[in-house]
């Protein structure tokens, strides 16, 4: 979320900003300049009233109770006093609204992420490798894994509906295997503390990170019953099915104050994901690329704001070393303001080759929030032990998806003969095994 007093002193570099993202919404930013003239009016007079109650009520201490000049002055100060509720009530309503209207507004891009309109715009930042060189037809992961009677959609579709997946077999250790594979690294490696979190999570979590309300449609909310709305702690929120492990790991620390020595603090989680990918249909609904239900290792990383762009940096790097492990080709694209997603400063996208597809498609987006996650959810830290608290500044990024690696896998490493090379670095996961074969 934006700081609403650098918002409502600063339109014009606010509205500057917000254009360099495509975001041109005039009639919200007037609306936000009006409530926040409106909030400090309303503080102005309370204050006033309160001041003028304070000096009243000493001068009535002193005061002959029984006159008629007391009781005339406290039927005054009782109105003084009704007014000044009216004003606390409104200034709670006015602060609700301007909350509202900021959690509608994406950040600001950094000044280094690259102006542009659309996609076309990110850049190209490096490549790894060479695309593999085939002697035949190469085919997509549907039906390499298929053909190998690993991954089986029909029936994932007949016990769930489109976008699930039954991983059979080597499928189902391969995609274990992922798991283990990077969370080893980015732990004995990398130095990340594991976290094992839940996949469940409140609605003040998903509001936290970004999530909501800007993609509640995208989110599975969990339907309530009489016996959880009988419970009073349990009916007081929403509970959501995790996106991604981004929220239950980011909002470890929130309403938290860190250690400003302890920074910067990373962590790794695997999770499930499920999103209901909202206004995507007719989109990428052919094989693993885009589920309703996936696996996936995330990286987090919390840092003083002077630490953020070098930590960007570093957790890139540490995504990257599991495509470098599993010897994937791959690119690493900066992305321009107007492909950002929603709460990030600055993003690099980590691109797998598919043979299949003939394309680059993501398999990591990297970013830096800014200050942007950690002001929804209170998450700060003291430079020093007596210090002002100030806000944290929070990255994430895929370390890596874990279905969209294995398509690379199929995808990149498939052989004339129908089967599949597994990855060295990965054999000691699936019991030694050197390729799948049918």
């Known amino acids: 979320m934006l700081d609403l007093r650098y918002v409502t002193e600063n339109l014009d570099a606010t509205r500057a900003a917000l254009a360099r993202r495509g975001f041109d919404d005039a009639p919200t930013l007037d609306r936000l300049a009006t409530g926040a003239a409106e ?64 959690l509608s507004l994406p950040n600001f891009p950094h000044e280094s992420t690259p102006d542009g309109r659309d996609e076309s715009a990110n850049r190209v930042v490096r490549v790894i490798g060479e695309p593999p060189a085939f002697d035949f037809e190469p085919k997509d992961h549907v039906d390499v894994g298929t053909a190998l009677g690993i991954l089986d959609f029909e029936r994932g579709a007949k016990i769930s509906g489109a976008r699930f997946t039954v991983h059979r077999g080597l499928g189902a250790r391969l995609e274990r295997g992922l798991i283990q594979l990077m969370l080893d690294m980015h732990v004995d490696e990398h130095g990340y503390t594991e976290l094992w979190c839940p996949v469940l999570v409140k609605d003040t979590a998903m509001r936290g990170t970004g999530q909501l309300p800007k993609f509640a449609k995208d989110a599975f909310r969990i339907a309530k019953d009489e016996q959880w709305e009988q419970n009073n702690e349990a009916g007081s929120y929403d509970l959501y099915l995790v996106p991604t492990a981004e929220v239950p790991v980011t909002n470890m620390h ?36 885009r589920q309703h239900q996936f696996d996936k290792v995330e990286l987090v990383r919390f840092c003083r704001p002077e630490q953020a762009l070098t930590e960007l940096e570093l957790l890139v790097g540490h995504a990257e070393a599991i495509l470098r492990r599993l010897g994937l080709h791959y690119r690493v694209v900066e992305l321009c303001t107007a492909d950002l997603g929603f709460a990030s400063r600055k993003t690099y996208d980590l691109e797998v080759w598919l043979p299949g597809q003939q394309a680059y498609r993501e398999i990591s987006s990297c970013s830096w929030f800014g200050d942007f996650q950690a002001r929804r959810a209170r998450i700060r830290f003291r430079a020093a032990p007596k210090g002002k608290p100030e806000l944290a500044h929070t990255l994430n990024g895929s370390g890596l998806a874990i279905g969209r690696t294995l398509v690379a896998i199929l995808e990149q490493l498939q052989q004339r003969d129908g089967s599949v090379l597994i990855p060295e670095a990965l054999r000691p996961y699936v019991g030694g095994a050197e390729r799948i074969a049918s």
């Open 39 to 102: 909030r400090r009016r309303v503080i102005q007079e309370a204050e006033t009233l309160r001041a003028q109650r304070n000096e009243v009520s000493k001068r009535m201490g002193k005061a002959d109770k029984a006159s008629e000049e007391f009781a005339r002055t406290r039927e005054e100060m009782k109105a003084v006093g009704e007014r000044i509720k009216e004003l606390e009530q409104g200034l709670t309503d006015l602060e609700t609204g301007l909350e509202d209207v900021l």
């Open 254 to 289: 929130a309403d938290e104050i860190l250690d400003g020595e302890a920074l910067p603090l990373a962590y790794t989680a695997y999770t499930a994901c499920f999103r209901s990918e909202a206004g995507s249909y007719g989109k990428d609904t052919r094989g693993l690329i």
